[in-house]
């Protein structure tokens, strides 16, 4: 099939309209600072580039200091960003380079800056873009894979979409475009999981309508897609009949089961499953949710085990597979997850009625633009500091809550300096899974004096499904 190539022009009005935010994510100040930020983002994300550089530049504020600097130290102060060796090697010679060859100011010529050690062309297309306003599209990871899937470009490699994008674009949007078609990728089309029934380029899109197959997972999206279904929740389902012995190993599931009146129809759960309370006189446990106890769930026979993908690791679902006991995974990261895993779950167990009303008003709560509100921090753990990142369930709430979660995607490890790096204007503490209490509190209170540190009821924040709208409400309510 033929199929005829979206208006670039229709496009990018509708990235405009979804993204007005839309700029360049690494945090600098000048050319210097941003050909820095850039070479420590090959194979690192921004955000973790952001909370490197402050140190960096507080020590190493330009050319001349760099070109001076001692590899061990540099080493030290990059080194969560990966590949610090080769990186600190590159910083120096960078340094070097500018210091002997442009007085120490970052060129803005094309040919100069590509020549700069570290500094290849995509490297070089950013800085100039971000920092000189030349026009420039330099495509990354997420812009491959977004026009690829748009139809923009048939390419197999990014120098050519790179080509493909700038014959079809003004020149004067490929700024614009570049931080648009990331934000894009970063936001809705996601690489493993694109959320194509909020996607408002679904229309225009030819995978998303599932027309051709998908180039990056190298599947055809089905329709169900396209008709307004997550895809977050359906393509994890192998195997579902009639359950009738239904075996949890997700905590807020158990309890969303047993809202749902399913408690006779639970032959197991995990240790962890303690919600409502008397299931645990009730419900045999088959052991920890990372580590069921395989034999144990082979002998209760469910015709149903419920996952989560963060919540169980992929070796359980594989292992029930070589068992051949039937499993349904749910992937929760956003609100909208669990409104596409209420209605799934109801409709795989027969209560459709009574998913329906809490769709209803969970559609209804997420109706209307969310304002850009304080930088709220959620802790998950403490010795190490470990934070739920923005592409998380956690994080979501939050957004739906009027807040801009900060700090690196899914679950970092933080060390002090990086928590002051993040300077949150608010920060939550949640009772579980680490048991916060007014002692933190009051210790992060006094090294965060300017910051709201509010400690929170764990299980309305992160027991989604059973409790999610008494977790908007608790945010909401911050
Ligand atoms: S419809 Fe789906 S595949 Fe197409 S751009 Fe949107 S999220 Fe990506």
Redesign the pocket.
């Known amino acids: 099939m033929r199929l005829s190539r979206p208006a670039p022009g229709e496009i990018q009005a509708r990235l405009r309209a979804a993204y007005p935010d839309a700029r360049c994510a690494l945090d600098h100040r000048d050319p210097f600072q941003l050909v820095v930020a850039t070479i420590l983002s090959a194979q690192c994300t921004d955000a973790r580039v952001n909370l490197t550089t402050p140190a960096l530049f507080a020590r190493f504020p330009d050319a001349a200091s760099l070109a001076e600097a001692p590899q061990d130290e540099v080493e030290v102060l990059i080194k969560s960003t990966g590949f610090f060796r080769n990186k600190a090697k590159n910083l120096i010679g960078l340094g070097q380079a500018l210091m002997a060859r442009h007085g120490g100011l970052v060129p803005a010529d094309p040919a100069a800056l590509g020549a700069l050690p570290g500094v290849g062309q995509k490297t070089a297309n950013v800085v100039l873009a971000n920092a000189f306003g030349v026009p420039a599209l330099a495509v990354d990871t997420h812009i491959f894979r ?1 026009a690829r ?2 139809g923009l470009s048939k390419a197999p490699t990014p120098e050519k979409v790179e080509a493909d994008l700038c014959r079809l674009f003004p020149r004067e949007d490929w700024i614009e475009l570049h931080h648009q078609l990331i934000f894009h990728g970063r936001r ?2 996601d690489a493993r999981r ?3 029934a909020a ?1 408002s ?2 229309d225009l ?1 030819p ?2 309508l599932g027309k051709i197959k998908d180039p990056h997972l190298g599947v055809t999206f089905e329709a169900s897609v396209s008709a307004g279904q997550s895809s977050a929740v359906t393509s994890q389902i192998q195997m579902i009949g009639s359950p009738q012995r239904i075996l949890s190993l997700v905590p807020s599931v158990t309890e969303l089961l047993v809202q749902w009146g399913l408690a006779a129809r639970l032959v197991g759960r995990t240790r962890y499953c303690i919600e409502p309370r008397w299931i645990r006189n009730t419900v045999p446990s088959v052991g920890g949710t990372k580590d069921p106890d395989l034999g144990r769930i082979r002998d209760l026979a469910p015709d149903l085990v419920i996952l989560e993908r963060d919540e169980n690791p992929k070796e359980v679902a594989e292992a029930l597979t070589a068992l051949d006991i039937p499993w349904l995974a749910l992937e929760i990261r956003t609100v909208k997850d669990c409104i596409a895993g209420l209605r799934e779950l109801g409709h795989r167990l027969g209560l459709p009625e009574a998913a329906a009303p809490r769709v209803a008003a969970l559609e209804a709560s997420l109706k209307g633009r969310r304002r850009k509100g304080p930088r709220a921090l959620a802790l998950i753990w403490k010795a190490p500091w470990m934070s739920a990142g923005p592409d998380t369930y956690l994080g979501d709430l939050l957004r739906q809550g009027g807040f801009t979660p900060i700090g690196p995607d899914r679950y970092p490890v933080l060390s002090d300096d990086d928590l002051d790096a993040l300077a949150p204007e608010v920060i939550l503490l949640p009772t579980e899974p680490y048991r916060f209490n007014r002692r933190h509190q009051t210790e992060l209170q006094k090294r965060f004096p300017n910051a709201a540190v509010h400690l929170v009821d764990g299980q309305a924040l992160t027991w989604y499904l059973s409790r999610t709208e008494a977790g908007l409400d608790l945010v909401r309510s911050l």
């Open positions: 977004v899937r748009l809705t089309c694109p959320d194509c996607c380029l679904l899109c995978t998303g």
